[in-house]
């Protein structure tokens, strides 16, 4: 089994990498693909850059060229909760676009507005993962995600977007990574750790947390891929 690996910044990526045994990298469409084994697994790596369109071309690369049976999309993600808190383990239970006009995506191809994770490894996901991050004093939480091309900071914003999705964080990426995986019946998870909360100031959380966060999610992902 392949799994590909897909992370919106080097920095979400590059630890992962350096814990990998590379055996092959070739660039495709502006991205490198770093092909190898991490805790045991055969993977493909890869960093797609910033938004929607990005990690689509990189997910549909990763099945179509690669022939990846599983897609890991990782990073990490603002809060829309005051339940979850910077550092917390989001573990996405589907993913949705909140910058798209309301049922497009039902009334035409898909015909799904809400793409949703695998269970099976929703369920790996929260039986690793949460001993990990309640050891260092954080939580582990399953809920919805969304997705949009746009970094959202406003307080009043965010609590919109999770008063209309009833979803706990928000992001670049997932959807449109959740949609690849989608149609082409590829069994797919996105785990997401939280660089700013819903208070003011979450610009300046962002800045703080990012390597922490990222520093978090890649010994999460290497502690999943090891029990998978």
Aim: net charge negative.
């Amino acid at each position: 089994m392949i799994w590909g690996i897909i992370g919106a910044m080097d920095q979400e990526i590059d630890m992962l990498r350096q814990s990998a045994v590379i055996s092959h990298q070739e660039t495709r469409y502006g991205c490198t693909f770093y092909r190898g084994r991490i805790e045991g697994q055969e993977v493909v790596l890869v960093c797609c850059g910033v938004g929607k369109v990005n990690a689509a071309i990189c997910a549909m690369t990763l099945i179509h060229s690669f022939g990846v049976e599983r897609i890991l999309h990782v990073g990490i993600a603002g809060s829309l909760s005051p339940k979850v808190d910077c550092l917390d383990l989001v573990i996405a239970s589907d993913a949705v676009y909140h910058d798209i006009e309301p049922g497009v995506l039902i009334d035409y191809f898909p015909h799904c507005d809400r793409f949703p994770c695998d269970p099976g490894l929703i369920k790996l996901a929260e039986t690793v993962c949460r001993p990990l991050t309640e050891a260092q004093g954080h939580r582990t939480v399953v809920g919805h995600l969304v997705s949009g091309d746009r970094f959202i900071s406003d307080p009043d914003k965010k609590q919109r977007l999770a008063h209309r999705f009833e979803a706990i964080c928000v992001e670049m990426e997932g959807a449109a990574v959740a949609h690849v995986c989608y149609v082409h019946q590829v069994p797919f998870l996105i785990l997401r750790i939280i660089s700013d909360s819903v208070r003011e100031g979450a610009w300046m959380e962002y800045q703080t947390f990012k390597p922490l966060a990222c520093q978090q999610s890649s010994a999460i992902v290497r502690a999943f891929l090891q029990a998978f």
